[in-house]
């Protein structure tokens, strides 16, 4: 019993047909420049609780997202696959395939592991697709 089998993970073929979606709970709003940035709300701990009876906590925090961040997030619309937004992230900025893929695929973690996107998997039976979160 101590000695579970790992979960299977994705194969490189199934992460690539996934699809990045917003995390619906989030604010967000393009300046006048299209930069993006995210409003996170504050996650109240006791640790939280205990430091803003000491001092000012803000509410939220806000992510400053820069031009390529901005575009990475609006192809993230909940219908382009990791797929389809690192080969028009390659046309776009002319890319080698690999250069692109390590960046997408880099920035695209991050945003899933600080819960500000989830990554739909299609299922290909049904027709059907179910989120997964790598925050852990």
């Known amino acids: 019993m101590a000695f579970r089998k790992k979960p299977r993970g994705l194969s490189r073929d199934e992460s690539f047909a996934t699809i990045p979606v ?3 709970l989030l604010e967000y709003q393009e300046d006048e420049e299209g930069l993006v940035s995210i409003k996170i709300p504050r996650k109240d701990t006791r640790l939280v609780k205990a430091m803003s009876k000491m001092m000012y906590v803000p509410p939220s925090r806000v992510i400053s997202l820069d031009e390529i ?3 990475v997030w609006r ?3 909940g219908q382009t696959t990791v797929r ?3 080969d028009d992230f390659r046309k776009t900025h002319k890319l080698s395939r690999k250069e692109a893929e390590i960046f997408i695929v880099t920035f695209l973690r991050t945003l899933a592991k ?4 989830g990554l739909a998997v299609p299922s290909v039976p049904s027709g059907t697709s179910q989120t ?3 925050k852990s």
Do not use: A, F, L, V
């Open 22 to 24: 917003r995390n619906q």
């Open 69 to 71: 961040g901005s575009y």
């Open 75 to 77: 192809m993230c619309d």
């Open 114 to 117: 600080k819960g500000i996107i």
């Open 132 to 134: 997964i979160s790598s």
């Open 84 to 86: 389809q937004i690192i």
